[in-house]
């Protein structure tokens, strides 16, 4: 797809953004699912313990929490099919400021540099002091020792003050490390601030800025929600013209190409893999060594994609006899509205339901019940799934809460300033 799309353009620096989205993605996955291997290289991670432990809020703060974002996500469902109807909601702008980008962001950002530059970097000699991961480990590390590697090779060492010119090998944490913020921030200055240029600051406000329930609840952000979808199309329009079902996973194979050191890439690529594999060998890379070679397996990818392509129909994760139909209809480029700028589908505000695993006791703290919602007759900021949700419910408070919804549910300034908030 960059082919087709100019380089230093919106379009070009949002799908760019994208990808480093999906790092930070991968990232906490890695992060989330190594609870439910605690017994895989548990001895070699760091989780700074000198860090704040944040406290566990009260039952008070717990229910203003959940008014807040009730009347958030009802107010953004209202202000959404306001832009569904075609209703004016102004120009996006964003004045430009004289300072260049990466200054300012140092100078307001200088506490959280510290956090990842404090004390100085990893010594060599505790580099080499790791023991050696065995099969299972390697796995369970891989994102963090590939994002490790790249860190480490960032050593531009030039004078002045810019972000750009801050040498990221020198982070205070390597690939043990378990706090995902430093991730992000590092690699936030690595790929974002030192690769990106966003051009005018109305470009990265559109690219850089999340978008959520918030959003659609504070009028004021509703112009560059609706610039975001104008982008967001011609996007689409992009993809759906190159998007070849014959080549389903060839951006995917590209990636695992440059990135992965695993011999595993799922049923239909094995073939592509081994010979993928033999090429290295031949070439002198090796392939399971991360954070090295990467021109030179992009390199030796361009060489043989052509010749390799049996299976590349299939995306990665396809199981053996998968229906074909399915799987290209699931990824085939479609509509799908505000949804894939962020905003979730909102779910039944009823407790969780036991289920037959549970042994009577629900399995979630909420019901996650998204089909054929009902809003409460009286407050109509929470939505219910049936009358049993909406019982427990109220029994559980939101009859200590109702009355309050219903009255503060029409004070738009007020739940404006609501999702202004962090």
Not at 219 to 243: D, T
Not at 315 to 320: D, I, K, P, R, S
Not at 382 to 401: F, I
Request: proline share 3%; net charge neutral.
């Amino acid at each position: 797809m960059r082919r087709r799309i100019p380089p230093d353009t919106i379009q070009h620096n949002s799908t760019f953004r994208a990808m480093i989205e999906i790092l930070f993605t991968a990232l906490s996955v890695e992060s989330d699912t190594q609870h439910d291997h605690e017994d895989v290289g548990e001895d070699l991670l760091n989780y700074d313990e000198t860090d704040e432990i944040g406290r566990k809020r009260t039952e008070e703060e717990m229910e203003d929490l959940k008014v807040k974002n009730a009347l958030i996500e009802h107010r953004a469902e209202k202000n959404l099919n306001k832009i569904k109807k075609g209703k004016d909601v102004g120009e996006f702008h964003v004045e430009e400021k004289e300072t260049p980008h990466g200054v300012e962001d140092m100078l307001s950002a200088a506490n959280q540099l510290n956090r990842i530059y404090k004390g100085g970097a990893v010594s060599k000699r505790e580099r080499d002091s790791i023991r050696p991961l065995n099969d299972d480990e390697k796995y369970a590390f891989r994102w963090r020792r590939l994002c490790d590697a790249a860190l480490h090779q960032d050593t531009d060492s030039s004078e002045g003050l810019s972000l750009q010119k801050i040498p990221l090998c020198n982070v205070n944490f390597d690939w043990r490390c378990a706090k995902c913020d430093k991730w992000y921030m590092a690699l936030n200055l690595l790929l974002d601030t030192k690769l990106l240029n966003y051009g005018t600051a109305r470009d990265r406000a559109l690219i850089t800025g999340e978008v959520s329930y918030k959003s659609y609840a504070d009028p004021s952000q509703l112009p560059r929600v609706k610039s975001l979808e104008r982008n967001i199309n011609l996007l689409m329009k992009v993809y759906a013209s190159s998007w070849d079902p014959k080549l389903l996973a060839i951006d995917q194979r590209r990636i695992y190409a440059i990135c992965s050191n695993e011999l595993y890439a799922g049923h239909y690529h094995r073939k592509w893999v081994v010979g993928f594999h033999e090429v290295c060998v031949a070439r002198g890379i090796n392939f399971q060594e991360p954070g090295k070679n990467y021109q030179a397996r992009l390199d030796i990818f361009r060489d043989t994609k052509d010749d390799l392509i049996d299976g590349c129909e299939y995306a990665f994760g396809c199981y053996e006899d998968e229906d074909l139909e399915r799987v290209h209809r699931n990824w085939r480029p479609k509509e799908e509205g505000p949804k894939e700028l962020g905003f979730e589908q909102r779910t039944c505000s009823g407790p969780g339901k036991p289920d037959r695993f549970s042994n009577g006791v629900p399995s979630f703290r909420f019901c996650w019940e998204t089909e054929n919602l009902q809003s409460c007759s009286r407050c109509k900021a929470v939505l219910y799934c049936g009358r049993e949700c909406q019982v427990a419910d109220w029994k559980r408070g939101h009859k200590n809460v109702c009355a309050r919804l219903a009255k503060e549910r029409k004070d738009k300034e007020k739940i404006s300033q609501m999702a202004k908030e962090d």
